[in-house]
Nanobody
Framework: QVQLVESGGGLVQAGGSLRLSCATSGRISSDSAVGWFRQVPGKEREIVARITWSGNVIYYADSVRGRFTISRDNAKNTVNLQMNSLKPEDTAVYYC??????????????WGQGTHVTVSS
């Protein structure tokens, strides 16, 4: 069983930065992925970024490419999301998830509880 716990959300002004962390436990196979997703009320959960557990294949949504960076800390078994140049439209609940190499939230089996990110204008 894989468990995921997010941390690092909060309130930040537009243009600021936040770093989210996803602590993982349990066995994640090397060909699986850990992704960061976000969701706002009334909308479907959308992928933000994804990294393979081996760390060699990375995907970013167009809306965050160049501003967000996903990385894996092997020693701590965490997957981090560095978010720079934040915009009010980045406001959402952010979730990390583990599953196959996919960009659809429906493909992922294991989810954290979510962390709130609010970007004020």
């Amino acid at each position: 069983q894989v468990q995921l716990v997010e941390s690092g959300g909060g309130l930040v002004q537009a243009g600021g930065s936040l770093r989210l962390s996803c602590a993982t436990s349990g066995r994640i196979s090397s060909d699986s992925a850990v992704g960061w997703f976000r969701q706002v009320p009334g909308k479907e959960r959308e992928i933000v970024a994804r990294i393979t557990w081996s760390g060699n294949v990375i995907y970013y949504a167009d809306s965050v490419r160049g501003r967000f960076t996903i990385s894996r800390d092997n020693a701590k078994n965490t997957v981090n999301l560095q978010m720079n140049s934040l915009k009010p439209e980045d406001t959402a609940v952010y979730y990390c998830a583990a599953g196959p190499l996919a960009i659809s939230a429906r493909a992922y089996s294991f989810w954290g509880q979510g962390t709130h990110v609010t970007v004020s204008s």
